[in-house]
């Protein structure tokens, strides 16, 4: 099936740095959403992005949504050991029951 | 807000037993649930999505006679997998979407349960 094209695939980084990933698409989305998931754990939502050229801030988190819609991205800047986990990017289908479709996901490791 | 839960969140079975994973939206009704299984150290594999009252759409490759989906009310769906076998070992996810007449990002937006380990023997 379709999927996102996410990268990188793995990060590993000191604490205190920044963090940059992005995802690409061939196909065009009305959301992006970033979602954060830890070891056992489903995955939890961080931003939704609902506008072209959309840049949302949460907290040290912040995503655009790229003007094509076929790309975003999301920073987190001065990184904490409570970031690691694996974030996913999703699109969701603009018809029919608007499922989501993920990226491969990155990996963050921080060392302390 | 936009809390799901799901039940049981670890489960070991015997091979050829059928196992029911639970998926509430507990402060919200979902229109639309969707059932997701992930492999270790892989993205999200959708399975199939459920609308309240009516059959579910399994994705490509998917059995529906194996993934029992009913989603009996607007705030449960049960995925229950049929003589279960060790290849069916995984991890299960359910999200549900808010129905219309919510703020964002409550609607519209898939919110995740925490997940169901299924072990099958």
């Known amino acids: 099936g379709q999927q996102l094209n996410q990268s990188p695939q793995s990060m590993f980084i000191q604490e205190g740095e920044d963090v940059s990933m992005n995802c690409t698409s061939s196909s065009i989305f009305n959301t992006w959403l970033w979602y954060k998931q830890e070891p056992g754990e489903g995955p939890v939502l961080l931003i939704a992005?609902?506008?072209?050229?959309e840049l949302t801030s949460n907290g040290r988190l912040t995503a655009q949504f790229g003007i094509t819609r076929k790309d975003s991205f999301l920073n987190i800047s001065a990184s904490i050991p409570s970031d690691v986990g694996i974030y996913f990017c999703?699109?969701?289908?603009?018809?029919?029951?608007?499922?989501?479709?993920f990226g491969q996901g990155t990996r963050l490791t921080i060392n302390p | 807000g936009a809390v799901v839960s799901q039940h049981p969140s670890r489960v070991i079975c015997k091979s050829g037993t059928s196992v029911k994973i639970e998926c509430r939206s507990l402060d919200f009704q979902a229109t639309t649930m969707f059932w997701y299984r992930q492999f270790p150290k892989k993205s999200l594999m959708l399975m199939a999505t459920?609308?309240?009252?009516?059959?579910?759409?399994?994705e490509q490759g998917v059995e529906k006679d194996k993934f029992l989906i009913n989603h009996a009310s607007l705030t449960l769906s049960t995925l229950t997998v049929t003589s279960a076998h060790p290849e069916d070992s995984s991890f299960y996810i359910c999200s549900a979407r808010a129905g219309r007449g919510l703020a964002r990002p409550s609607t519209d937006t898939q919110y995740f349960g925490p997940g169901t380990r299924l072990t099958v023997l």
């Open positions: 999703a699109g969701q289908e603009i018809q029919g029951a608007q499922k989501l479709v």
């Open positions: 459920s609308n309240e009252g009516s059959k579910a759409t399994y």
């Open positions: 992005l609902y506008k072209a050229g």
